[in-house]
């Protein structure tokens, strides 16, 4: 039985691209599945980005107007790729419509207002997710896995890490992703909510924390007007500048409602990683590091007693990995960043087909934004604060 | 200006279908290029192959016959991903119809054949390519440049390898790979020809080489007639048998014209790698090493007479690397095996579009079934062979 | 000129076999120096402890009784090795004496004990030293030169941590280590110290810390009386067992003096690494990573603007590093732990002969115990504590 | 029961001082063995280096002719650690006077030399040992212990190789090394020999093989009479130069006799490697990676059917792997180079003791020396030459 279903993306920028082809690839990959997206229209401001996409990856309709997405009667999926502070009037409007939501993270600028967003989405009985896109490495399901089946005992300790050097270069320019106007929280909002996401996923819940933000570069050159500013663009020494209002850097210790104690650290302006989004936790009996620079490998310890194993095993991808054999059926041939993207797209359409939800969803994302929330009260009050549901229970 | 290119494929098997989907990548990855391939038609024996490419992949027309493919007159690159047997046949076919050429490594079972191949293309004027996929991997394309620059000065020695697991498992079947009449040579012509071409493409022409091959697994159990027999299927152990007639292993030193030593050596039984294409090259003044296995990195060794780089540098890749930035904006986000294969359709479709060849073709092909040829006569005399183009002047 | 110093070594379990070997390789290895030592004597409660250091290392004389090595006119410098609640005593009798004193971390069980023993050696004027020998690295010193000549930038991130699986068998005996009246403070005195002291050296003074502790194992097996019950000695489930009062597990936000940001975190009952002391630190033009699992390499990040270095670079040890060549002259040929403790000796016989001071001493430990008191006062008050000297002015 | 053995070295320059320490270093790390060797007398050409090998190790005398090592009465092991043209002198002399030998690789200079000393300590009834110290790393004997016990299963591969680059420098001095006179082979006999040593101790004697020789740095500038000259000194591009008259650069192709294929490959001016004496080896059951860099590493691949540890395990040397707990008692704290020599010596005086040969003696040596002859000769013949033992019947 095949499922078609009309995807709407919204925001045609990296990722709004990344997640068309995402679509596009489910029914390749996920044969199976039945799933056949349908690209229905995308929307951006800039018109020769639909252009492109239109004609590179074959959306039937293009707008500028993203509410258009959102109106169409074919699209039963929106997808929402637009900057952060976009989110909640789109989400509001495609629950509104009654149109199941996929929004990249961080899904409201503040912990606030992915509580709101949540909350209408819950309301409006719509189904969400959310991009958390670490999650789908098949390495990183494999260690969940072997989790959830007990094989690494009892977790005692989890650090999670994503050092950046998007924002290492002072001259970077100041796009939205520096203010708190338009992003919202800095770092924590953008990169560090992978690491509580994926924490959340293989250790269970946080319970407490106590953090500490840092802004290194507070200030930056300027956009020019006219040019598009992506995310890696640079400005000039000279450049007129404006102040970054929102932090750099988070580091937090936690402790999971299992005992488990961790520590949780991100910057976006380090000098030497490159895309270190990592983890590394031992249990009981056993252990496990995953480094999304080689994120086609997982370091994996479980002596069980014999010598010969008594040392972290060096495991490569392959089909016998949750996923990976939709991509390629060899050992040790990796698949790439954007696979992980069509793991999640998939993922979502199956909850689409079955009418239930499936994680990540808005569900999860609030979670994270109820730990952020923690987090933020911890910089003000230097003390440990315990993680308190943001769960909306009337609307705003 | 655009460039549309009716592509046709033949057998929609695993290449078959990576070739397909990469042919649909062209467009948006090398969207300035102004290709855009047009997936005209497809065939296999099997018929549901064809029928989910079609669905999957939006080929126009698909059929059981490859000669439609060959014939169809909107097609102008044939795509040959059939086994090798069927290799000599599809493209004299091909060649006579007039249409260029992508045909999978090996070209031709033995030396003698992709001589013949070569011949056949050469006479009909048309371009070809082969399906050298790690030559393009971002950080092998650098290594190429830094060595064309100069930067690594002389290249004094070159060691390539492939390692695979692929037939490591004795009860593995009896797959075409392990016939000769089928695959021709074994190794030397599957894996081994990936080792050889990369040592070309970096270190320049193989003056001479002195060989050794062996079979370490000598039968192997037959496919059941029904059973479709994928590269990775596993018999029982009581299945019937039959003989592997060809070479499980191949070892070779050699020598460059430009005075580099260097060996050669691979093997599709060996339990412990999995697949382990690499190389490692030094030169007066750096070296570099590269696995597969970690095909988002390059170690890259150019002291330049610090202290403080006077050992290999991990570099990882990203858009700063060649093609690298065609596939995503940030350092450190790797790509998968499957976007070689998309550069790889582009490096073809593009020498389609200039009516000039590019390397790799049946050219180069040749060229590498010229040392494939010393190898063998080698087995055979024990001592070292010179490389002597096996180029046919005259049709066979 | 040659430099004879008389040594006495007190505690002749690992430690005190490490230094004896240490002092003795002085004269060898840094023949230059002109540094003479002579192993006059040594101690230990058990007898024949002492009687193997003095068949094999050729000590002039042993007894049970530590207070002769203090009072014995030859020794001009004290070495204790005795179990932690020891030291105090130990340092006063030899202060007392007037002996310049190496001491092994920790230096006191406590903050409060190693100020004391802080304020008898500088009261009593004598030079004192500590086992801090992870410093001695030549790789750990090329380092800190780095820094100190500002190669690296302005320092942004530390993250330091000792993870050791000493204490994770459940089993492991109830030694001093684990009982706060013998040993003092448990990982936060014992190797979290390490920790805290590279830090110091690397990244400069600790401003504030937030810290928090766990203890995993809350009790094991008690020692058999007879058997002498070694660092790593195993007992048996249905042994009789006693609580363990001090922490396994210390972790920590930090901030420098110089507004670098860090984690510091130690375990001694973690599963997974064996002795993973190790550092990364980051800075505005560069980065370094260190693990003593792999103490004779270096990863250093030093871009200077090439992409050919845009990534860490894995230096081995070498002639050219500090320290390196003492023991051999070879690129690549590493040396062992033990050989750090010569380094250590030597650093400290040099102070001795110079009559001035060289760290890490006594007041290096101190600054260190002020960190640590800072960080127990942080377990008890949930919250940011700064460091406050605990500097004795007066006498206890 | 205790056992005195008096040990005269000569040589005192990198290796005569090396095994010096380690045999001071038996006493004390193999205690119990009841060995204690006495440093009797020390011979160097260079008197101030015997000079100080007497003030730092203890000999109790020293002279300027090494025959008085030979004759010395209480000398009952002789040490060689000479340069290589010495050796069948000192070897004659020694055997004559009926002391037992250990003498630096390689034996002789060249394989018939080896022959002839083999044949001299054999006919004088001495026992013998030969400097091959990386069989001595604690993570090399394991791996032979691994395969004794068949837990690799049947070999079918082994890699082998030593790549310095301790002649990488073309103004590297023109030392008795490059010269065939005095040292016989070049890296054949040098660092080669290292390479086919662990090749016969791992996988077994060598059958057959093929090799191939070159010399890159064909001229160097000569040592300055009155300077040293040590192993990594270097000249200036004027100075008068000589030329080297035997080779940089060997590979071999072999087979053993065990079925096993290999390949083996040194060179001493390589670019990049510091010092990578390595093997790699697969059996039907497993495999292993080891480096000499990373010595305290294993690299162990024993999936036993288990997703788990389909992968190589790092393992960290410790306590439980052979020999390293004489050294320290913790997992993952690393000895060093000179370690090796100390286990080296016990072997041999464990030997002595015993009063039967263990390997390496000259009987290994000669084997090794009949696998370089067959490499010699293939240089010749360019074709595959058989292994023939140089066992001497005859005196010459
Ligand atoms: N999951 C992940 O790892 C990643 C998630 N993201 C998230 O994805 C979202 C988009 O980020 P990028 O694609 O990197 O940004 P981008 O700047 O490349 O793309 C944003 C696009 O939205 C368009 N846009 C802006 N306003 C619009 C409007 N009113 N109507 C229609 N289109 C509009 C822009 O023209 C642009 O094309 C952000 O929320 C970001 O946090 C981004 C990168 C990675
Ligand atoms: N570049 C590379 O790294 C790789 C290259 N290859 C090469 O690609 C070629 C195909 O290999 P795979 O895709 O792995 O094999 P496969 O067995 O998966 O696919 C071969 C396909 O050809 C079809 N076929 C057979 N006879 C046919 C006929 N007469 N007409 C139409 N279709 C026919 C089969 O039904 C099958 O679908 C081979 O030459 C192989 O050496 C394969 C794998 C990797
Ligand atoms: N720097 C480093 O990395 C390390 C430092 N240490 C420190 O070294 C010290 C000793 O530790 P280990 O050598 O591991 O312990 P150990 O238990 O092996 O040795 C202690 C020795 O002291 C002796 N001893 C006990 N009471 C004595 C007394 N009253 N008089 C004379 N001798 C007495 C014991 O008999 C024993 O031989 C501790 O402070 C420890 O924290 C230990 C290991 C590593
Ligand atoms: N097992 C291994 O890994 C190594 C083995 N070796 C071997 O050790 C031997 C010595 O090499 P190195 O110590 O590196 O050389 P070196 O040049 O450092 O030392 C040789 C010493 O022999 C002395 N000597 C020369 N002629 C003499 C004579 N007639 N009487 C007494 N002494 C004399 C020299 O003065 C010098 O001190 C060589 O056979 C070499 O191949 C060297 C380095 C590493």
Same mark, same amino acid.
């Given at each position: 039985m095949t499922h078609q279903i009309g995807i709407g993306v919204i925001g045609m920028g990296w990722m709004g691209m990344v997640h068309s082809r995402a679509y596009r690839q489910v029914a390749d990959r996920f044969y199976e599945s039945g799933i056949r997206p349908r690209l229905v229209i995308c929307a951006d401001e800039a018109e020769e980005r639909t252009r492109r996409a239109q004609e590179t990856l074959g959306f039937e309709q293009v707008t500028t107007d993203w509410r258009e997405v959102v109106e169409?009667?074919?699209?039963q999926v929106v997808n929402i790729a637009a900057p952060n502070y976009l989110h909640l009037e789109m989400v509001r409007a495609a629950a509104a419509a009654g149109k199941h939501i996929f929004c990249e993270k961080p899904v409201g600028r503040t912990p606030e207002e992915t509580a709101e967003i949540e909350y209408l989405a819950r309301k409006a009985g719509v189904l969400s997710f959310v991009g958390f896109n670490y999650r789908w490495a098949p390495m990183v399901q494999y260690t969940h896995q072997l989790i959830q089946e007990g094989q690494l005992g009892r977790l005692t300790h989890y650090r999670g890490r994503f050092f950046s050097m998007y924002g290492s270069n002072p001259y970077g320019l100041l796009t939205w992703r520096f203010d708190r106007e338009q992003a919202g929280l800095g770092v924590l909002g953008d990169i560090m909510s992978h690491v509580v996401d994926m924490a959340h996923m293989l250790a @269970? #819940?946080? /319970?407490r924390v106590v953090s500490r933000r840092h802004t290194f570069i507070t200030e930056r050159p300027l956009p020019r007007p006219a040019a598009g500013g992506t995310h890696f663009a640079v400005g000039q020494p000279d450049d007129p500048k404006g102040p970054?209002?929102?932090?750099d850097y988070v580091s937090a210790l936690v402790e999971f409602e299992n005992g488990a104690q961790g520590t949780l650290e991100s910057c /976006?302006?380090?000098?030497? #990683?490159?895309?270190?989004m990592a983890f590394e936790l031992n249990g009981t009996r056993g252990a496990a590091r995953w480094n999304f620079e080689r994120m086609n490998e997982l370091e994996l310890y479980l002596p069980e007693g014999t010598q010969a194993h008594d040392g972290y095993t060096r495991l490569l991808a392959g #089909?016998?990995?949750?996923?990976?054999g939709r991509f390629n059926p @060899?050992?040790?041939?990796g698949i790439g960043y954007e696979d992980l993207k069509a793991i999640e797209a998939y993922q979502f359409l199956q909850a689409v087909v079955e009418g239930t939800p499936r994680p990540p969803g808005f569900r999860e994302a609030l979670q994270l934004a109820s730990v952020q929330a923690a987090m933020v009260r911890s910089w003000e009050s230097g003390t440990w604060e315990e993680v308190v549901s943001l769960e909306r229970q009337e609307p705003a």
């Amino acid at each position: 039985m095949t499922h078609q279903i009309g995807i709407g993306v919204i925001g045609m920028g990296w990722m709004g691209m990344v997640h068309s082809r995402a679509y596009r690839q489910v029914a390749d990959r996920f044969y199976e599945s039945g799933i056949r997206p349908r690209l229905v229209i995308c929307a951006d401001e800039a018109e020769e980005r639909t252009r492109r996409a239109q004609e590179t990856l074959g959306f039937e309709q293009v707008t500028t107007d993203w509410r258009e997405v959102v109106e169409h009667p074919a699209v039963q999926v929106v997808n929402i790729a637009a900057p952060n502070y976009l989110h909640l009037e789109m989400v509001r409007a495609a629950a509104a419509a009654g149109k199941h939501i996929f929004c990249e993270k961080p899904v409201g600028r503040t912990p606030e207002e992915t509580a709101e967003i949540e909350y209408l989405a819950r309301k409006a009985g719509v189904l969400s997710f959310v991009g958390f896109n670490y999650r789908w490495a098949p390495m990183v399901q494999y260690t969940h896995q072997l989790i959830q089946e007990g094989q690494l005992g009892r977790l005692t300790h989890y650090r999670g890490r994503f050092f950046s050097m998007y924002g290492s270069n002072p001259y970077g320019l100041l796009t939205w992703r520096f203010d708190r106007e338009q992003a919202g929280l800095g770092v924590l909002g953008d990169i560090m909510s992978h690491v509580v996401d994926m924490a959340h996923m293989l250790a @269970g #819940p946080i /319970r407490r924390v106590v953090s500490r933000r840092h802004t290194f570069i507070t200030e930056r050159p300027l956009p020019r007007p006219a040019a598009g500013g992506t995310h890696f663009a640079v400005g000039q020494p000279d450049d007129p500048k404006g102040p970054v209002t929102n932090e750099d850097y988070v580091s937090a210790l936690v402790e999971f409602e299992n005992g488990a104690q961790g520590t949780l650290e991100s910057c /976006r302006v380090i000098f030497g #990683p490159k895309c270190e989004m990592a983890f590394e936790l031992n249990g009981t009996r056993g252990a496990a590091r995953w480094n999304f620079e080689r994120m086609n490998e997982l370091e994996l310890y479980l002596p069980e007693g014999t010598q010969a194993h008594d040392g972290y095993t060096r495991l490569l991808a392959g #089909p016998g990995f949750p996923f990976h054999g939709r991509f390629n059926p @060899g050992d040790g041939i990796g698949i790439g960043y954007e696979d992980l993207k069509a793991i999640e797209a998939y993922q979502f359409l199956q909850a689409v087909v079955e009418g239930t939800p499936r994680p990540p969803g808005f569900r999860e994302a609030l979670q994270l934004a109820s730990v952020q929330a923690a987090m933020v009260r911890s910089w003000e009050s230097g003390t440990w604060e315990e993680v308190v549901s943001l769960e909306r229970q009337e609307p705003a």
